[in-house]
Each structure stands twice: as structure tokens, then as C-alpha cells.
T-cell receptor, first 111, second 107 residues
């Protein structure tokens, strides 16, 4: 247990479904992140939240919608995804880019 | 963004052997971290090492910031060391990851 908890661990969804990924951190960190990890590619930063404010959105399609209700919780809402969106989605938290801690990830399959 | 290159891409070791993994980066940084991703996908932060040398058990890391590289040393490797090792550097409000070194330690 790293102090960053992600649910669910696995998710299979159809292209017309709506689902949400959840991340919770118990480390008192001030920043939270969503990363996408696809086979044979470097980890891609999707979204950054500092003190609940979104500070980065790296050209992520609008079918991915983040939500950060407080500094301990982060959601990624998914709708009308494509098969190429199948990947491991990782949540992380840090204190000013130090002590970077990842959750176990959600392995998403879009069918 | 900052380019991060890691070598070798793949490494197979006999249990008990030592190894050195390298990370080169394209710009000056003040934040470099090494991670290990186990076969189940969990990423663990090994070192925060913007410069100098740190040791943690059988692992140690050295960063020479002026020459833009970092090395991760694994001594007396064990099968539990298998997985992918990533280095990552901070720049432009992003943590840039390399493509990793996949290590397989065979008994």
C-alpha cells in the first residue's frame, strides 16, 4: 500500500458506456495527477491538479473529464471511449514534484 | 519537452549479478527520480536524486547534473528486482518519463 488508492483495478467498458475512475491519497500531498500508460510508449501525463486547481491538460480528448473535489480525491470520468483508449491509467500524488507516489492503476479495456 | 533516454531497453541477468542502468536527459534539471514498475503495474519511487549519490540497500543511484545523466546500480540482483525501471525529470510543470529498462532476473 503506497498511500495512493485507485479503484477499480480492472474495468471493461463498451464504447457507449460512462464510467469513472477514482483515486484517493492519504499522504497530505498538494498535487495529484492522471497518467496514461500504453504498451511500448512512455507514461503520458494527462492532467495535473495543484491545490484542487487544474494546471495542466495535455491535449487530452474531451471524452476524458477530470474532477478534483478536494486535495485528497481525484476522479477521471470516461464516456464514449475508443478501443485505442485501452491502457493502464495511473494516479499519482506529490508534494511540489517531490515524493512522487503512484497508485496501483486501473487497467481499462474498451470493447 | 525534455527528452529522456534510457539504456539498455532490455536486460536479462542471472540472479546474483550486478547491473548498471543509464538515463540521459536533454536539458538541465533540478529534479530526477527513479521508479520501479513491478510486473503487476505498481510504480514505486526508488530515489529522488537531482545530484550526487544515494544508496538504499542493494540499490544506489548517481546523478551528474552537469553532464545530464544518471545511473542506477543494482547489486546482487534478485528475481524480485524484475520489472521496468524508469527515470523521470521535472520540467515545464510535467514529470517527463523515459521509455524504461525492462529487467528480467532469472534464477
Amino acid at each position: 500500500e503506497t498511500g495512493v488508492t485507485q479503484t477499480p483495478r480492472h474495468l471493461v467498458m463498451g464504447m457507449t458506456n460512462k464510467k469513472s475512475l477514482k483515486c484517493e491519497q492519504h499522504l497530505g500531498h498538494n498535487a495529484m495527477y492522471w497518467y496514461k500508460q500504453s504498451a511500448k510508449k512512455p507514461l503520458e501525463l494527462m492532467f495535473v491538479y495543484n491545490f484542487k486547481e487544474q494546471t495542466e491538460n495535455n491535449s487530452v480528448p474531451s471524452r476524458f473529464s477530470p474532477e478534483c473535489p478536494n486535495s485528497s480525491h481525484l476522479f477521471l470520468h470516461l464516456h464514449t471511449l475508443q478501443p485505442e483508449d485501452s491502457a493502464l491509467y495511473l494516479c499519482a500524488s506529490s508534494q511540489d514534484w517531490v515524493g512522487y507516489t503512484f497508485g496501483s492503476g486501473t487497467r481499462l479495456t474498451v470493447v | 519537452g525534455i527528452q529522456v533516454e534510457q539504456s539498455p531497453p532490455d536486460l536479462i541477468l542471472q540472479e546474483g549479478a550486478n547491473s548498471t542502468l543509464r538515463c540521459n536527459f536533454s536539458d538541465s534539471v533540478n529534479n530526477l527520480q527513479w521508479f520501479h514498475q513491478n510486473p503487476w503495474g505498481q510504480l514505486i519511487n526508488l530515489f529522488y536524486i537531482p545530484s550526487g549519490t544515494k544508496q538504499n540497500g542493494r540499490l544506489s543511484a548517481t546523478t551528474v547534473a552537469t553532464e545530464r545523466y544518471s545511473l542506477l546500480y543494482i547489486s546482487s540482483s534478485q528475481t524480485t528486482d524484475s520489472g521496468v525501471y524508469f527515470c523521470a525529470v521535472v520540467g515545464a510543470n510535467n514529470l517527463f518519463f523515459g521509455t524504461g529498462t525492462r529487467l528480467t532476473v532469472i534464477p
